[in-house]
């Protein structure tokens, strides 16, 4: 581990002088491959060869990386640094990233491996490359991060911060402010600490008005810090988080407001279902009307049906006085129930039950044909089969009954999944499948008897 290590270390070297081989054929297990790399000759009269040895060792080193082999990777790692003296212009300046990447990985994971090796690698990579310096920084403080090492962390990004080369800083604006977003996020996870210290403290402390002062002025250098990637197009939903959490704190529900408006519509940013939940998520804490909370989940259902939150967006419609909106209810909770994760959600389930039947008493069986239609070919193997009447039944009676009530509507009585839960002797449901069995045979949406 040592000797990769200092080889790693010693990358800048390498780039500097092209004469120079760096790499080491130290511990390469496969015989014939250590043959075939000792041929290379790295003068250019073997260009093929070299390029050849450079693209399997890269392939050994992957396939290392994917089966967590992490000695092996790193011994594979001594060879492939001789792509930095790669005769293509392309592949050696692409290399730097590559190693970096790789090196990285290798370090991060292998059993050897210390914080120490990794700083020491890490500053070696800023030197080599200039165009990786931010990425590395940024990689490197999260590093340092995962170790719990906030104060290296902040240094690190610090440095990154003022980092500038020319025309190429211009040019790599975005992750100039990235990194000061994660340098805000830091400061974040100050101010969040402070605030947790002054809800123990009494208002009247003095203690209480020197932390608040202390905390907006925390809140000053995270807000200039994350304000300038949040107005980029991108998805920023950590950053969003924690900038809302602060202009909450603070009584700027106008400011929270037209952030998260901004980064839920705005057309330049991509599409993000997290920028609906959190608008959502604020104007239920605003206590907004019904009417705009619809608006926004509206969206979140066209991006994911099946969310969690489509539970609460069917509630919203189904109160609703408009009969579009409750037709849309309905529509909900069958997309829900479309995919697979959502087949043992009871509570989809009994609000489905319990919506069908409000429906076909209230004569609007046109709205259940309507979603039955485009699903009578596949639902029933889906959701309704005897197997699955089995497995519901022993695994959750309540949610079997449930089905079965749902099935029984959109298939009839003739249903293998209805006929089978109706057989059940279980003395605590029985008036609850009585129940069941007499509104079937009333309101089914198909001709009585068919078996399905």
């Known amino acids: ?31 014939w491959f250590q043959k075939h790399v000792e041929a290379v000759v790295t003068g250019g009269k073997r260009k093929k060869d ?41 592949k050696r300046q692409a290399a730097p990233e590559i190693i970096w990447k790789l090196g990285s990985e290798i ?37 340092l991060l ?68 202390n905390m907006l002025s925390q809140s000053c250098k995270t807000s200039t810090n994350m304000c300038a990637l949040i ?10 988080k924690s900038y809302v959490e602060m202009l909450e704190f603070y009584g700027d529900q106008d400011g929270a407001r037209e952030m998260l408006t901004n980064y839920a519509y705005d057309e330049r940013f991509p599409s993000n279902p997290n920028a609906h939940i959190y608008l959502y998520e604020f104007l239920k804490r605003e206590k907004a009307p019904r009417a ?29 006085e408009m009969e579009e909106h409750r037709k849309l209810g309905l529509a909900v909770l069958f997309e829900v129930l479309d995919f697979a ?43 309704f089969s005897f197997f699955w009447a089995k497995s519901d039944w022993k695994a959750d009676t309540d949610l079997a009954c449930e089905k079965a009530f749902v099935a029984g509507v959109l298939l009839g009585k003739g249903c293998k999944y209805f006929r089978y839960i109706l057989k059940q002797d279980h003395e605590t449901l029985k008036k609850k499948i009585k129940r069941m069995k007499k509104f079937v045979k009333k309101y089914t949406i198909v001709n009585p008897g068919v078996r399905t």
């Open 292 to 320: 705009k909370l619809i608006s926004v989940l509206k969206i979140l259902h066209e991006i994911v049906p099946s969310h969690i939150l489509m539970l609460e967006f069917y509630t919203l419609l189904r109160k609703s």
């Open 1 to 31: 581990m040592s000797d990769f290590s200092e080889e790693l270390t010693k990358l800048a070297v390498a780039e500097e002088n092209a004469e120079t081989s760096v790499f080491s054929n130290t511990g390469i297990r496969f015989p």
């Open 231 to 240: 107005k980029a197009p991108g998805v920023w939903d950590p950053f969003v």
């Open 146 to 213: 995962h170790h719990g090492m906030l104060e290296d962390a902040n240094r690190n990004l610090s440095e990154a911060e003022t980092w500038r080369y020319g025309e190429k800083s211009s040019s790599q604006e975005v992750l100039i402010n990235l990194v000061k977003a994660y340098k805000g996020l830091l400061q974040y996870y100050t101010w969040s600490r402070k605030k947790m210290e002054l809800s123990e403290l009494d208002e009247d402390d003095y203690a209480y008005t020197a932390k608040t002062r």
């Open 341 to 383: 994760g959502c087949t043992k959600n009871i509570m989809a389930w009994k609000y489905l039950a319990k919506y069908l039947k409000q429906i076909l008493v209230e004569s609007h069986p046109e709205w259940v044909k309507e979603e039955w239609k485009s699903r009578r070919n596949w639902w029933p193997a889906f959701h």
């Open 50 to 90: 070299f390029a050849q040895t450079t693209s399997t060792c890269l392939n050994f080193i992957q396939e290392a990386l994917l089966k967590h082999q992490w000695q092996q990777a790193a011994e594979y790692m001594h060879s492939y640094l001789q792509t930095l003296e790669d005769s293509d212009t392309y």
């Open 107 to 143: 370090l991060f994971y292998h059993p050897k491996s210390n914080v120490e090796t990794f700083n020491s690698f890490a500053d070696r990579m800023k030197n080599i490359g200039v165009l990786n310096y931010l990425k590395i920084s940024l990689q490197h403080a999260l590093y």
